[in-house]
C-alpha cells in the first residue's frame, strides 16, 4: 500500500508569521495593537480584525509560553482522512494555553484512559514538510513525541 500524505495547513500571508515561528518551533500568538488582546491566529480567520475592539490594524505577534491546561478532549477511533487510519485511536484536545488563549491539537505521548481535565501540557512541532511543523500537545516534562 502506498503512503498518503496527511492534508496540510492552507499557508495565507496574514499567517504566515504563525508557520514561520513553527519551523523554528516557537509558537506565536496575535496581540492587538489597539487594546492588547491576545488570540490564537488559526481561529482568526482571514482578516485581522479584533473581536475585542474591532481594530483592523495588523497585529503584534508575540511568542507564547506554548504550555497550558487541558479544557476537554475526545479520543479519535475512526480515521476521518486515510492518511490517519494508522493512528487511531488518537487524541484531540483543547488546552488553554499560559496566556489565556485557547487551542486544539492532538495531544501525544499518553493513553487515552491517561488523559485528565487540568493536565499540563507542552507544545512541541511535528515535522510535516519541509515549510510545515505542526503544533502538537503533550504531557509537561514529557521528552518523547
Request: charge should be neutral; aromatic fraction near 8%.
Amino acid at each position: 500500500m502506498s503512503k498518503i500524505d496527511k492534508p496540510l495547513p492552507e499557508i495565507t500571508a496574514d499567517k504566515k508569521p504563525f508557520w514561520e515561528a513553527a519551523n523554528r518551533n516557537e509558537l506565536l500568538l496575535m496581540k492587538c495593537v489597539n487594546c492588547g488582546q491576545l488570540r490564537n491566529p488559526l481561529y482568526a480567520g482571514d482578516s485581522f480584525m479584533c473581536p475585542n475592539c474591532n481594530t483592523t490594524k495588523p497585529p503584534e505577534w508575540v511568542k507564547a509560553t506554548g504550555h497550558g491546561k487541558i479544557l476537554t478532549w475526545t479520543v479519535i477511533y475512526r480515521a476521518f482522512h486515510p492518511a490517519f487510519a494508522e493512528e487511531v485511536p488518537y487524541i484531540a484536545a483543547v488546552a488553554t494555553l499560559d496566556e489565556g488563549v485557547r487551542m486544539i491539537a492532538n495531544l501525544r505521548g499518553v493513553k487515552p484512559e491517561d488523559v485528565r481535565g487540568d493536565m499540563e501540557v507542552e507544545v512541541f512541532f511535528e515535522k510535516l514538510t519541509e515549510d510545515i511543523n505542526l503544533p502538537q500537545f503533550r504531557p509537561k516534562g514529557a521528552k518523547s513525541n
